[in-house]
């Protein structure tokens, strides 16, 4: 064509959206809080009402908008906040006031999720932090569209193991508040390490306190994209597959970054960063773990996915880093079980159990996501997950996350529904020898040596 | 602003009459047309100039869209900055 447009192009962008699932997962408005705080919790909250209204009214809006100009499906239009007990710091009063103000804005705006009811203990906890941790079981079970998270360890400062020993119980009793909802409030809640401050994917999202006052971010997703490329060479060695992988995520980057910057030029917001994820769905065709099967696994857990799995974590980056002015957020492949069709049948098969998804944690993003674990599960056996997993993260200078459903009142086997986006998750095994001595002697994890690595 | 119109089916007479009808209704400038007959599978591809589009965006893809249902095609109509974004380095 006259402006170099070629067919072949189009009909493969077309396919990519049609049939292989490509979809801009989603955009994320990230708005400070920080001029909402005030001593009085009813006033702070009416201020958070103000300004989230004010700034984001046309958030989902502009989404459809763009939707409708590009043909790109946008599926979820949400938003993150400064984590919460920043302002309960300052305020008396139940911090559940505030969950109940964001799920309001959350219904007054339309967006699907709103994530920032969160702390960063990672040191210690400071006024508010554990005001928030204990009231988030509550929290979640009062609302529908609000997200927890609380950072409990990083590189540099090591891990806080009062606050690991706390989000285990934490975790179990927002399960059992909402045992009738799928235990569905331990699915809102995640536990990072070395949280990131501009993520644009629930339930972790929330706004760091370096961030601008508002800004835009994208979360991006192709896993059918990436799969259906693999499938047209079947014979390539690794090094051809690994060009393959990185030249595709560079179009689907590409694509998140020109609906950022219009959605942002339309919002007049500052467009933040492409988190470039392989994000699964449990749609047919969209999954991470049939990526690794497509590379020569029989089923996703058999030796060697680590290795694969590394590889795709990688090439995603090196595609996407170039296709974007602005690369942050989790950017790398998610390994979500209830998420995903083929995790799930990997596990029903018996290839893959927890220690395999422990390991697959430490070369992709982020970590134990969307895992269901038996509804008798004590809350120290998950604290020491939460531990494994923040260690993970800690030694390797990386993100990862603890996102368990304890299924209450299921066993190993059975499996919860959740429906959606969220898919169904089977009830894993877990190891239940007692690490509740360690936990409960809390304290800080030292920050490791960043030299002499081996 | 230009926006692509592609058009995928099972080949029949008159695609090309009935859709650029419909531009030169809403005073849509066809401004190159590709198109590709792969066995008996219609792809066509055309680039369109819609700065004086008389309705706005969304109609006019509303319109090829119903069309295309009525010849059983898929129409697809897109700002073409999704292709120079994706495909150009």
């Known amino acids: 064509m006259t402006t170099m447009l070629s067919s072949n192009d189009i009909l493969e962008t077309i396919k990519m959206i049609q049939e292989e699932n490509l979809d801009i997962r989603t955009i994320t408005m990230g708005i400070s809080l920080l001029d909402c705080i005030d001593s009085d919790i009813d006033r702070s909250c009416t201020k958070i009402y103000e300004k989230m209204m004010r700034v984001a009214q046309n958030h989902v809006k502009t989404g459809e908008e763009i939707e409708k100009r590009y043909g790109i499906p946008i599926i979820n239009k949400r938003l993150s906040v400064t984590p919460i007990a920043m302002l309960a710091a300052a305020a008396k009063g139940s911090p559940v006031k505030f969950a109940r103000t964001l799920q309001k804005v959350a219904e007054g705006t339309g967006v699907n999720y709103i994530g920032g009811y969160s702390a960063l203990v990672h040191k210690g906890f400071s006024a508010g932090d554990r005001e928030l941790i204990e009231s988030i079981p509550e929290a979640l079970s009062e609302t529908t569209n609000v997200c927890s998270s609380v950072n409990v360890g990083s590189t540099r400062a090591g891990i806080n193991m009062d606050a690991v020993k706390l989000m285990g119980q934490v975790i179990l009793d927002s399960a059992k508040v909402t045992a009738d909802d799928h235990c569905f409030g331990a699915a809102k809640i995640v536990v990072f390490c070395n949280a990131v401050e501009d993520n644009p994917f629930m339930a972790g999202a929330f706004h760091g306190v370096g961030e601008p006052d508002v800004v835009l971010n994208v979360g991006v997703s192709g896993p059918g994209v990436v799969r259906a490329a693999l499938a047209k060479m079947p014979d390539a060695d690794i090094s051809q597959v690994a060009e393959v992988i990185k030249r595709t995520a560079f179009k689907i980057t590409r694509m998140g970054q020109l609906v950022g910057t219009e959605a942002g030029k339309i919002l007049g917001v500052p467009f933040g960063i492409v988190d470039l994820s392989l994000a699964p769905t449990p749609a047919v065709g969209d999954s991470v773990a049939h990526i690794l099967e497509e590379m020569g696994l029989e089923s996703c857990g058999a030796y060697g996915t680590t290795a694969a799995l590394a590889m795709l974590n990688d090439a995603v980056k090196k595609g996407g880093v170039m296709a974007s002015s602005h690369v942050g957020g989790l950017s790398g492949a998610f390994i979500p079980v209830s998420e995903d069709a083929g995790m799930i049948d990997a596990v029903n098969a018996g290839s893959l159990g927890l220690e395999k998804l422990e390991a697959m944690t430490a070369v992709c993003s982020v970590g134990l996501d969307m895992v269901v674990v038996p509804g008798d599960t004590p809350a120290d056996i998950i604290s020491g997950m939460i531990a494994d997993e923040a260690a993970i993260g800690m030694v390797n200078s990386k993100t990862t996350a603890v996102r368990v459903i304890p299924a209450i009142g299921m066993k190993e086997g059975d499996t919860l529904e959740f429906g959606g986006l969220f898919g169904s998750g089977p009830v894993m095994k877990i190891n239940r020898f007692d690490c509740s001595k360690f936990i409960s002697r809390g304290g800080r994890l030292p920050a490791p040596l960043q030299s002499l690595k081996n | ?89």
């Open chain 2, 1 to 89: 602003m230009k926006a692509v119109v592609a058009v995928i089916g099972k080949d029949t007479v008159g695609i090309l009459a009935k859709i650029s009808t419909i531009c030169a209704k809403y005073n849509a400038n066809v401004m190159d047309v590709t198109q590709t007959i792969m066995q008996d599978m219609f792809a066509m591809t055309m680039l369109i100039d819609i700065s004086k589009c008389s309705s706005e965006y969304g109609v006019l893809a509303e319109q090829l869209k119903k069309a295309g249902e009525e010849m059983n095609l898929q129409v697809h109509v897109m700002h073409e900055d999704i292709f120079n974004s994706m495909h150009k380095v």
